[in-house]
């Protein structure tokens, strides 16, 4: 059915940049909800950014507003998330999540979420 695979992770320095890549198979991204979420170590996981089915909207979480950008690209059905003046704060597990029912992205927590991706780890070093 639905599958969501993450890519773009890896090691960056402090104020560095990295554009995650989340591709959808088995489904038509456009139509969904699609957000971005981390979770690092003995921490909970946490919204970043999210973008609604197209035309609607984007959030993000405060502490990456300016400095992180989620965009679609609907000819490859892929959503991406653009990273930029990295901070050792951002290291985490970065997972990719999607709901239709959820299309507006009028909710914002993990379990409204129906389909995840298997997380790619952002590490940002000091």
């Known amino acids: 059915q639905v599958q969501l695979v993450e890519s773009g992770g890896g090691l960056v320095q402090t104020g560095g940049s990295l554009r995650l890549s989340c591709a959808a198979s088995?489904?038509?991204?456009?139509?969904?909800?699609v957000a971005w979420f981390r979770q690092a170590p003995g921490k909970e996981r946490e919204f970043v950014a999210g973008i609604a089915a197209s035309g609607i909207g984007t959030y993000y979480a405060d502490s990456v507003k300016d400095r992180f950008t989620i965009s679609r690209d609907n000819a490859k059905n892929t959503v991406n998330l653009q990273m930029s003046s990295l901070k050792p704060e951002d290291t985490a597990v970065y997972y990719c999540?999607?709901?239709?029912?959820?299309?507006?992205?009028?909710?914002?927590?993990?379990?409204?979420?129906?389909?995840w991706g298997q997380g790619t780890q952002v590490t940002v070093s000091s």
């Open positions: 088995g489904v038509t991204f456009s139509s969904y909800a």
């Open positions: 999540a999607a709901d239709r029912g959820n299309y507006r992205l009028a909710y914002r927590r993990p379990g409204k979420f129906t389909y």
